[in-house]
């Protein structure tokens, strides 16, 4: 059991080996595959930085074991797979670019990323469909949304705070998203964005949003939307606005001096704005 060559991440420049770890130093990352069962599915792959961007295209579980500082307008990690499990382990990704487009994680090709569990600094974050993304903090994102993330996706129990555009966004045709016990604040555009059909906001806290325009706190721009149980705080446009009367709200607290409560949604009721049922 233990490393096998089928298993290498781009081009090996050899390495050295301990009792039940292998290290390879490559052109992309260095990694240690965790050895000792004859199952691959239980492996994972420690990331650490020799060259940026860090690239991983091969399906399979990783974990951060340190913070990454990519230098200045470098993404930190490109992922060129479908299926990649990515645990920050409660590190971060820190940065300060000074261009558009660069980010902490960025899914240049394939399908069903899961990240959880860390926090991204000054970088954003720019997944593909059938993501799933738990218990993220996304910090001062400096060029785009903070946490973006296509089709079919999922994001829970994550923050997106102070950043550069919107906080948290579900982008592509169709859409489908889910988002859950979310939390967005002071982004100066929107709080939390489906921007398309099907989206699901469920349990979510947006506050202070749309500084530079009238940016909302909580925004379907398709239909068949659900708004169930959300607190929206001093958003500057509507703190719950979608597209058309196919969409519906239901117990969700609305408070603040924005253009209105509720725009277009149907009320399913038990929804109370500024104190009073609406």
């Not at 705080?233 to 196919?246: E, I, P, R």
Request: charged letters at 10%; proline letters at 4%; aromatic letters at 4%.
């Amino acid at each position: 059991s233990g490393y096998r060559a089928k298993d290498r991440l781009c081009a090996t420049g050899g390495g050295a080996e301990m009792k039940g770890i292998r290290f390879i130093s490559t052109a992309c990352l260095s990694v240690a595959l965790l050895a000792g069962s004859n199952h691959s599915a239980f492996s994972q792959t420690v990331i650490s930085a020799s060259k940026y961007p860090i690239k991983i295209t091969k399906s399979g579980s990783y974990i951060l074991k340190s913070n990454l500082v990519p230098p200045t307008n470098t993404t930190a990690i490109d992922i060129q797979a479908n299926n990649v499990s990515v645990d920050l382990n409660g590190f971060a990704i820190i940065g300060t670019p000074t261009v558009p487009n660069v980010r902490a994680i960025h899914q240049s090709s394939g399908t069903g990323v899961y990240l959880r569990n860390g926090q991204v600094s000054g970088l954003c974050i720019g997944l593909g469909q059938n993501a799933l993304v738990e218990d993220i903090i996304a910090l001062n994102c400096t060029s785009t949304d903070a946490i973006d993330v296509g089709p079919n996706s999922t994001v829970l129990r994550s923050q997106a705070l102070s950043g550069h555009d919107s906080g948290i966004v579900c982008g592509g045709p169709g859409n489908n998203c889910l988002f859950a016990d979310d939390v967005a604040t002071a982004n100066p555009v929107n709080g939390i964005v489906c921007i398309g059909s099907g989206c699901n906001f469920a349990r979510n806290t947006t506050n202070g949003n749309g500084s530079i325009g009238t940016g909302n706190g909580l925004d379907c721009n398709g239909s068949a939307c659900l708004f169930d149980g959300n607190v929206s705080n001093n958003n500057l446009g509507y703190w719950l606005s979608a597209f058309d009367h196919t969409s519906a709200a239901t117990g969700n607290l609305l408070n603040g001096n924005g253009i209105a409560p509720i725009n277009t949604a149907a009320s399913l009721g038990n929804n109370l704005c500024n104190g009073s049922p609406c």
